[in-house]
């Protein structure tokens, strides 16, 4: 498992460049707010944790699509159908692979957007805290989507349109979680909490629901 873990985490990294095109889409989306919304810093401030938290989801998005396809091409996902290990825990491992390489980098670069979006110390603290425990369960949701378009040619789109509303908790409770970090009186933990209970039941439910998509799609 550690072997598939640092292979995987290799292949991630160099595939379609990896986190620097996650980073710099994130980037990116960020970046353009301001001109949209004009340079207002208070309105800016408002809705920057919203704003980091949707560049990131739509960064994490990116690369799903990728999570068995170079397994399919080199003709590594037959073996991994066979093996004895049980294909719910490789699932799993390659999942953690795949966040480390792509979506913590951009839990690493949002402090530094959270300063574009003239967000106070804690703001960026928040947010940085919730991307890093809410994140996971984008990759997890996104495992079992891109199980299900692994067979066909064209199925990032795909991968997307199945996962983003899957995802759209996440982003509630990621969101909300950040603002009450900074807004009284409303409580940070509840939505913390709940945000936690979410990724700790897609990584359940996600590795389950991609290793029997994988074993359909083998068949």
């Known amino acids: 498992m550690i072997a598939l873990f640092f292979r995987d985490l290799k292949l991630s990294v160099r595939a379609g460049g990896g986190a620097l095109i996650g980073v710099l889409f994130f980037m990116t989306v960020v970046a353009v707010i301001p001109f949209g919304v004009g340079p207002d810093l208070n309105l800016l401030s408002r809705i920057g ?3 980091v938290w949707i560049g990131a989801l739509l960064a994490a998005l990116l690369g799903l699509d990728r999570l068995f396809q170079a397994d399919r091409d080199d003709g590594s996902l037959d073996l991994i159908l066979m093996q004895e290990t049980p294909l719910v825990l490789t699932v799993f491992v390659k999942c953690l692979a795949h966040w480390t390489a792509t979506s913590l980098p951009l839990v690493i670069a949002s402090p530094l957007l959270g300063l574009f979006m003239n967000m106070n110390e804690v703001a960026i603290g928040a947010v940085m805290l ?3 425990v809410g994140s996971p369960a984008i990759t997890f949701i996104g495992a079992a989507g891109a199980a299900v378009a692994v067979a066909l040619p064209r199925g990032g789109l795909l ?5 983003l509303p ?17 807004q009284e009186p409303a409580p940070f933990m509840p939505p913390f909490l709940f945000l936690i209970a979410i990724t700790l039941f897609f990584a359940v439910i996600g590795p389950l629901a991609a290793a029997l998509a994988l074993r359909n799609a083998s068949d």
Do not use: K, Q
Request: glycine content about 4%; charged content about 0%; aromatic content about 8%.
């Open 49 to 51: 944790p919203a704003i």
């Open 159 to 163: 991968v997307s349109i199945l996962v």
């Open 166 to 182: 899957l995802a759209i908790p996440v982003l509630i409770f990621g969101v909300s979680a950040s603002y009450a970090a900074v």
């Open 130 to 132: 919730t991307l890093l």
